[in-house]
């Protein structure tokens, strides 16, 4: 086991931060009164694929964070980086045609790395606001070719694109909608390649056949000449971790090329050697329309996303704007220099670092983590590419009946992994996600397989989990 930093930089005591963190922190997607009567777990360091609490508790963290820390905890060459460019130049808006080098060499790498159809970067702070700056200036596209009726956005049921006002419309996420008055009238979903619960079976063709077909004819439906995009994760993440057949992206751009709209690639967590690959459309090939992207972007070493777009949209845009007068969309902390660097190091890492390498050799050991854990009575599928996965839990291995909510399973099993030293995400549907960062060694795989299986086992061994399976 790799040994942490076990030095603290808290000023209060513990208690006094727990507290202040319970009467004053609002924390993100989280029942307010459930997190007031539980407290916070509070994390105090990392180091690989390591964490550690403010008890002394180690975890093997088999999530990376928030799906984000794909370089792994303690990179001293990104901190190095922030750093310098903190002490050279903390701070350069891209206001008043101001910049600086860490952006624009940034912005050419990822050009670089990205599908060829993308030539052009504006950098956010999240995927949210990547998710939510495409559409802006897809509404601002239309409006330049004189499609302002095009209106209407689909994307997947399940789908995960953020929790801006807009692209919390596009997930498809009951919690991102209730009480915020979503989705929206122009906001529509066709079904996921949801291969284990598909209504056409698991046959890969016919699951890419059964989603062409349903976009055409919500295309249809709506009016092709109503339809801006559509939205889609080459994998889907907080949606349960849905792996399409492979062709089905390539299928569902190629759908959205002949119905003239755009096809947007949602890589926020899919990207930077996630599925394999730096960006999961270089699988299949596929160049969008537009991408987003996040997470391993920095590594979640500090915020930034980015949105890419073709050059026809952009020179549509630039051509379509009356002379001298900007495209009104902007933020102060877009092309953050700090940011810049640290993204340029982290990409450096994954390159020149050989974590790309690894995660992609280690990538084997992972998915035979899950596969043998697919006989266990808890598990009705194991899926996998690349280092995202998850294992889908049910009461009933043949029916694929999900467990009853108001065992409130998917916490219960969160906490028994937290205690046997494991880090994932529970989804309330129980479904267990799973992204190692990629700095990930066959030993650690090794362990995890054997935490994670002690984990099912003490669930199955609760009286009402096993009444539940009986």
Same mark, same amino acid.
């Given at each position: 086991?790799?040994?942490?930093?076990?030095?603290?930089?808290?000023?209060?005591?513990?208690?006094?931060?727990?507290?202040?963190?319970?009467?004053?922190?609002?924390?993100?997607?989280?029942?307010?009164?459930?997190?007031?009567?539980?407290?916070?777990?509070?994390?105090?360091?990392?180091?690989?694929?390591?964490?550690?609490?403010?008890?002394?508790?180690?975890?093997?963290?088999?999530?990376?964070?928030?799906?984000?820390?794909?370089?792994?905890?303690?990179?001293?060459?990104?901190?190095?980086?922030?750093?310098?460019?903190?002490?050279?130049?903390?701070?350069?808006?891209?206001?008043?045609?101001?910049?600086?080098?860490?952006?624009?060499?940034?912005?050419?790498?990822?050009?670089?790395?990205?599908?060829?159809?993308?030539?052009?970067?504006?950098?956010?702070?999240?995927?949210?606001?990547?998710?939510?700056?495409?559409?802006?200036?897809?509404?601002?596209?239309?409006?330049?070719? +004189?499609?302002?009726?095009?209106?209407?956005?689909?994307?997947?049921?399940?789908?995960?694109?953020?929790?801006?006002?807009?692209?919390?419309?596009?997930?498809?996420?009951? $919690?991102?909608?209730?009480?915020?008055?979503?989705?929206?009238?122009?906001?529509?979903y066709i079904a996921s390649p949801y291969a284990y619960r598909s209504a056409v079976g698991s046959d890969p063709l016919a699951i890419i056949s059964a989603s062409v077909?349903?976009?055409?004819?919500?295309?249809?439906?709506?009016?092709? /000449?109503?339809?801006? $995009?559509?939205?889609?994760?080459?994998?889907?993440?907080?949606?349960?971790?849905? *792996?399409?057949?492979?062709?089905?992206?390539?299928?569902?751009?190629?759908?959205?090329?002949?119905?003239?709209?755009?096809?947007?690639?949602?890589?926020?967590?899919?990207?930077? +050697?996630?599925? +394999?690959?730096?960006?999961?459309?270089?699988?299949?090939?596929?160049?969008?329309?537009?991408?987003?992207?996040?997470?391993?972007?920095?590594?979640?070493?500090?915020?930034?996303?980015?949105?890419?777009?073709?050059?026809?949209?952009?020179?549509?845009?630039? /051509?379509?704007?009356?002379?001298?007068?900007?495209?009104?969309?902007?933020?102060?902390?877009?092309?953050?220099?700090?940011?810049?660097?640290?993204?340029?190091?982290?990409?450096?890492?994954?390159?020149?670092? +050989?974590?790309?390498?690894?995660?992609?050799?280690?990538?084997?050991?992972?998915?035979?983590?899950?596969?043998?854990?697919?006989?266990?009575?808890?598990?009705?599928?194991?899926?996998?590419?690349?280092?995202?996965?998850?294992?889908?839990? *049910?009461?009933?291995?043949?029916?694929?009946?999900?467990?009853?909510?108001?065992?409130?399973?998917?916490?219960? *099993?969160?906490?028994?992994?937290?205690?046997?030293?494991? *880090?994932?995400?529970?989804?309330?549907?129980?479904?267990?996600?799973?992204?190692?960062?990629?700095?990930?060694?066959?030993?650690?795989?090794?362990?995890?397989?054997?935490?994670?299986?002690?984990?099912?086992?003490?669930?199955?061994?609760?009286?009402?989990?096993?009444?539940?399976?009986?």
């Open positions: 086991m790799s040994a942490l930093a076990s030095s603290s930089h808290l000023s209060l005591p513990q208690t006094s931060a727990l507290e202040l963190d319970r009467e004053h922190l609002i924390h993100p997607v989280s029942s307010w009164r459930a997190h007031e009567k539980r407290g916070a777990t509070l994390l105090q360091s990392g180091k690989g694929a390591w964490l550690r609490d403010t008890e002394g508790h180690e975890l093997l963290d088999a999530f990376a964070g928030l799906w984000c820390v794909n370089a792994g905890y303690g990179q001293e060459s990104v901190v190095q980086a922030a750093t310098e460019q903190m002490r050279k130049l903390p701070y350069a808006t891209g206001y008043f045609h101001f910049g600086s080098e860490p952006a624009a060499r940034l912005a050419a790498k990822l050009v670089d790395l990205a599908p060829p159809s993308l030539q052009h970067v504006y950098f956010t702070l999240s995927g949210s606001d990547a998710v939510e700056a495409a559409v802006r200036l897809i509404a601002q596209y239309n409006h330049a070719r +004189g499609q302002t009726q095009r209106r209407h956005f689909i994307s997947l049921e399940r789908g995960y694109h953020g929790s801006s006002f807009f692209g919390a419309g596009l997930t498809a996420l009951p $919690a991102f909608h209730r009480g915020f008055g979503l989705p929206l009238p122009e906001q529509h077909a349903e976009l055409r004819a919500t295309v249809q439906q709506i009016g092709q /000449d109503k339809v801006a $995009a559509f939205f889609c994760e080459p994998v889907q993440g907080s949606g349960g971790v849905i *792996v399409p057949p492979e062709g089905w992206l390539k299928a569902m751009r190629q759908a959205c090329r002949e119905l003239g709209i755009l096809f947007v690639a949602d890589e926020v967590i899919t990207g930077f +050697g996630r599925t +394999g690959p730096m960006f999961a459309c270089e699988a299949e090939g596929v160049d969008p329309d537009m991408m987003t992207m996040a997470k391993g972007l920095t590594s979640g070493y500090v915020p930034m996303g980015a949105m890419l777009m073709s050059d026809e949209i952009y020179q549509t845009i630039a /051509d379509g704007a009356p002379a001298g007068v900007p495209i009104g969309h902007g933020t102060t902390y877009s092309a953050h220099p700090v940011s810049a660097a640290v993204g340029l190091e982290v990409i450096r890492l994954y390159e020149e670092g +050989g974590l790309l390498a690894n995660g992609q050799a280690m990538a084997p050991h992972f998915a035979r983590v899950l596969a043998n854990l697919a006989d266990h009575p808890l598990v009705g599928e194991a899926r996998q590419r690349g280092l995202l996965g998850a294992l889908e839990l *049910v009461s009933n291995k043949q029916t694929k009946a999900r467990f009853d909510p108001a065992l409130g399973l998917a916490d219960r *099993v969160f906490a028994t992994g937290y205690r046997n030293g494991l *880090v994932f995400r529970s989804f309330g549907d129980n479904i267990l996600g799973f992204a190692p960062a990629l700095c990930f060694t066959a030993e650690e795989f090794e362990l995890m397989a054997a935490r994670l299986r002690k984990t099912l086992d003490d669930v199955l061994d609760f009286a009402d989990v096993r009444r539940a399976t009986a």
